[in-house]
């Protein structure tokens, strides 16, 4: 008797299933008659009840005989020590996930591996993040690896192979993006080869995105194709491969828009004046001409028609050229230096232009040089925009150097200047850090309802140097009227640059032997 | 022994608490911090006028704090506790202050009054009163066992009239048609059985094999109600596994009057289960020398009624247990306890799963009524097979993993292909990871 023809009894109903019993099973055969028969619902449930108990006492285990996987080999680096692991497990249970990034950096630099319990975790991530990919596989070890290998979601660990081309052919939109991203990255080529294979059949709105990953690792290998693109039916799409092209300086669109501007622009030296004050002096200036038209060619070319942000459509088709046109080509034909353009431009009657034009130019271009010489008239022009562009331009110490200047506590607009720390993303040194912290002092003893900047405290605390972390603490306006306002936003950024004080001290203390 | 930040925020009632306590973590948020070798106290700025004292016992862990809170343990608590784990540095203060000795030596003399079995002071002296109290109580526990009688006498009707109709009528029935009986039980104060009731509703939905499942329950309650018509004539140990299954509790007192088992006594693992109104906790133990299972039960129903926390999965225990009666005791009380400490190795009592199979035969033999067990398994490997994970043992023994795939790769990722010590819940099907030893260390799954 077992449960499972009780079972169909049941099922039926003993109303209209009748209920033989065979009494050739020993237990149950010794045991019925002890049972009450009266009504044989209560015997089928008496008899269920022996043989539930019975088969769960009498059940066995399961045979796996499939081979074992192989295991997974022993680690050739330590571990991160324990402190630094729990850090670890809480910033992938949510907490500060975006100083993740910093704990990846300082444990391959201590050679040292997250731990078997955080690995899918950190495997996980690599999908939506492929940025983090490389310090990623750092610190995953062979454990990493080889439980990457098991996990189709995984694959990406173990290198973008053929298979993983799969996923450009048959995935969806956005994992397509990613994958394109990263391959991108890690195969430049092979990426721009796969857009050109399916080109024709992407959605035309799909294109200009797909087109804009180009801009990792561009080359003038990337040129024909660009170039090409440039006749594409949608405008994004020409936009996007315009704005690639003129970032290559030796493209053929840039050789069009250095021919079209050219010819546009003087230089004229100044004169020093001589003793005997017969001529004047006069300061080096230069001479502009409009361009007449916008012909088909220029538009090709990426040159927006009409009229923008103030200036007037021929103005707007000349600052779109200058933006193309190497800045250094400039200063080799006129055999001056940027800051003596500077000078020139910033005279005449289409100063705002030119600096409007060569500064979008800096941008593009990042060229610190020029960078650093348009500064002080971007600064004059408190052109928010301008400045940030130029500062993102520039190397990390002339850039701190600049900003610190427009920060210090005897800048009458140091709290509007306070927009710009947040387009710093490199990493902060001591002296910057510390700039940054007394701006921070200073602004939040005053009005209420900066969210732009009390928002953008925790981003700060990411970016301090790691020596001023121990100095966070102290030092804060908690008596100011508006300090209920800020202490939210400071609270989160002590909370952070705590965080990270325990994760330096985590990677560099002595680990108790 | 040491703690780590992931065992103090197990220690938080909610989620909510564990972030408040990790906001207090920081050395700089409180005016004094202190440590002892047993004991840690700080005082925090609160929102009130005097700073909250916040002390905690490392020995239970207990805490106490004079903030308003109702959760238990405070925010506060959990803060200075992970300042302790943290920051150790930062406990600046060495003796503790009047108000933390104050305390402790209230908690020590405590225990020690409930291990001597002092009796209470405010006991009954007048022998007459103890005589009518005893009456009032045997009233009481007529009253109750007629209710049951008449509660399992209806639930008997409902178990034969789908017996009778067959099962095959019951895919589509409302929830109602599975909650009324569970409520009815619970009104005939047979907790224990409606919660076996209230568990059907949805049953038809579970699988081909819903019918058999069904059946296996009913015939339980069936068994119950069969049982409880001839209680008497049942040996004392297998009546208190009925009445327990019915829903009868032991009071704890008469529990604790029993002597002591001291053992080492390794917490195997705990887990947390949700309800809507309970929440209950089980922690399962092990004696490293008897080798005899042991369950701690603990309930909260609401965050003003902490679960209890002094017990911590990856610890062992000196201990006193003493046992609920039952014809396999497994549910108990820690009696006294002598010491708590980090063991270095596992020694959980599994070897194979063929061993952790027989142990569950012999606690279903003795109580049918058991519905899971701890198996603390010395050496398995976790496998992915294309239909499910399993563990394995040396010689192919295998079970199959009741856990969401984070937690089985998680486990996978710990034991690198390679044997782990293994800890969890096996409910007669599946097997659920709780906790793992892997490379000397004892990790929370």
């Known amino acids: 008797m077992k449960l499972a023809e009780l079972t169909q009894i049941a099922l039926l109903g003993t109303d209209r299933q009748g209920l033989s019993l065979s009494p050739t099973d020993s237990l149950l055969g010794r045991l019925q008659p002890q049972l009450a028969p009266a009504r044989r ?66 444990a391959a630099a201590a050679g040292r591996l997250a731990r078997p319990e955080s690995l899918p975790d950190l495997l996980d991530t690599g999908n939506p993040k492929p940025e983090l990919r490389e310090s990623i596989l750092a610190v995953i070890g062979r454990r990493g690896l080889w439980l990457a290998r098991q996990n189709p979601d995984w694959a990406w660990a173990n290198g973008a192979t053929g298979h993983e081309e799969d996923a450009w052919h048959t995935g969806e939109r956005a994992l397509r993006l990613a994958f394109l991203r990263s391959l991108r990255k890690s195969n430049p080529r092979r990426a721009r080869e796969l857009l050109a294979e399916t080109w024709e059949e992407e959605l035309p709105a799909d294109r200009a995105v797909f087109l804009g990953t180009l801009e990792e690792a561009l080359t003038p290998e990337d040129e024909e194709f660009l170039e090409a ?11 996007t491969a315009a704005a690639l092209l003129a970032r290559l300086p030796g493209s053929k669109l840039v050789e069009r828009m250095v021919a079209r501007t050219k010819p546009l622009l003087r230089f004229l030296p100044g004169t020093p004046g001589s003793v005997l004050k017969l001529k004047k002096t006069r300061r080096a200036s230069i001479e502009l001409t409009l361009p007449d038209e916008c012909d088909q060619a220029m538009k090709r070319d990426g040159i927006e028609p009409g009229a923008r942000q103030g200036f007037g459509a021929k103005a707007w088709w000349l600052i779109q050229m200058l933006e193309v046109v190497p800045l250094d080509s400039w200063t ?98 001591p002296d910057f850090s510390r700039v940054v912290l007394g701006f921070m002092r200073r602004e939040s003893g005053r009005d209420s309802g900066n969210w732009l900047l009390r928002n953008q405290f925790n981003t700060f605390a990411g970016r301090l140097a790691p020596e001023v972390l121990s100095e966070t603490a102290q030092g804060w306006p908690t008596d100011s009227k508006t300090w209920e306002f800020w202490s939210k936003g400071v609270d989160e950024f002590l909370a952070a640059t705590q965080f990270r004080a325990e994760l330096h001290a985590a990677f560099t203390k002595r680990p108790p032997s | 022994m040491s703690w780590t930040v992931e065992q103090v925020l197990a220690l938080a009632p909610d989620a909510s608490s564990a972030n408040s306590g990790r906001g207090l973590a920081a050395a700089r948020k409180w005016e004094t911090l202190g440590a002892d070798a047993t004991s840690a106290w700080g005082t925090f700025q609160g ?23 109702r959760k238990f343990p405070c925010k506060h608590a959990l803060g200075l506790f992970l300042v302790l784990v943290q920051q150790p540095g930062a406990m600046a203060e060495k003796a503790p202050p009047a108000w933390t000795a104050e305390w402790l030596a209230g908690r020590r003399g405590k225990e020690e009054k409930k291990a001597g079995n002092v009796p209470d002071a405010d006991s009954p002296e007048d022998p007459q009163a103890g005589v009518e109290a005893a009456a009032a109580a045997a009233r ?39 909650t009324t009986p569970a409520a009815r039980l619970v009104d005939a104060q047979a907790s224990g059985l409606a919660r076996r009731v209230s568990r059907l509703d949805g049953v038809t939905t579970l699988g081909e094999h819903w019918p058999a499942r069904l059946l296996w329950e009913a015939a339980l309650l069936h068994l119950a109600r069969e049982g409880w018509t001839r209680i008497t004539a049942l040996p004392k140990a297998a009546q208190a596994d009925l009445r327990a299954a019915i829903g009868f509790t032991t009071s704890q007192e008469e529990v604790l009057a029993q002597d002591g088992l001291r053992d080492h006594w390794m917490v195997v693992a705990q887990v947390i289960e949700e309800d809507e109104r309970l929440r209950t906790q089980r922690t399962w133990l092990f004696g490293a020398n008897t080798r005899r299972p042991a369950l701690c039960l603990s309930f909260s129903a609401g965050p003003a009624q902490p679960l209890d926390v002094s017990l911590t999965a990856g ?73 499910a994970w399993l563990i394995r043992d040396e010689a192919g023994h295998a079970l199959v993993l009741d856990a969401p795939e984070e937690k089985a790769w998680r486990l996978c990722s710990l034991a690198g292909g390679r044997p782990v010590s293994l800890a969890g819940e096996w409910n007669g099907e599946r097997f659920s990871p709780l906790g793992a030893w892997a490379e000397g260390r004892f990790l929370r799954l």
Not at chain 2, 59 to 68: I, L
């Open chain 2, 140 to 178: 009481r526990a007529a009253s109750r066992e007629a209710k049951v009688t008449a509660g399992l006498e209806e639930l008997g009707v409902w178990l034969y009239d789908l017996v009778r109709s067959g099962f095959a009528v019951l895919p589509g029935k409302p929830s109602r048609f599975w």
């Open chain 2, 315 to 387: 610890t062992t225990l000196d201990a006193e247990l003493v046992f609920f009666p039952s014809a396999w005791p497994l549910r108990a009380l820690v009696k006294h306890r002598h010491e708590t400490r980090q063991p270095a190795a596992c020694q959980w009592p599994h070897r194979t799963i063929t061993e952790a199979n027989d142990f569950a035969a012999e606690a279903l033999t003795a109580n049918p009524w058991i519905e899971r067990l701890a198996f603390g398994f010395t050496a398995v490997v976790p496998v992915r097979r294309s239909e």
């Open chain 1, 332 to 429: 080799r034909d006129w055999q001056v230096s940027p800051a003596d353009v500077v000078a020139a431009s910033q005279g005449g009657d289409w100063a705002r232009e030119l600096l409007e034009g060569w500064t979008r130019a800096v941008v593009r271009q990042q060229n610190a040089a020029w960078a650093d010489a348009f500064f002080p008239a971007a600064v004059a022009a408190r052109h928010l925009d301008l400045l940030q562009g130029s500062l993102a331009a520039m190397a990390p110490a002339q850039r701190e150097a600049r900003l610190a200047g427009l920060l210090s506590p005897k800048e009458e607009h140091a709290g509007l200047y306070g927009r710009l720390i947040g387009h710093c993303r490199h990493d902060w040194s």
């Open chain 1, 41 to 106: 619902e209560r015997l089928l449930l008496s008899l269920a009840a022996l043989c539930a108990v019975r088969e769960g006492v009498g059940q066995l285990p399961v045979q796996d005989r499939a081979p074992l996987p192989e295991p997974s080999p022993g680690e050739h680096l330590p571990y991160a020590s324990e402190p630094a692991n729990a850090l670890l497990l809480r910033m992938l249970a949510g907490e500060l996930g975006e100083l993740l990034a910093e704990w990846l950096r300082l």
């Open chain 1, 229 to 239: 693109a440039l006749g594409d039916k949608r405008k994004e799409v020409r936009k």
């Open chain 2, 47 to 69: 929102s009130g006028k005097q700073p909250y004292q916040t002390s905690i016992d490392l020995g239970g862990p207990a805490f106490k704090c004079s903030c308003p809170s």
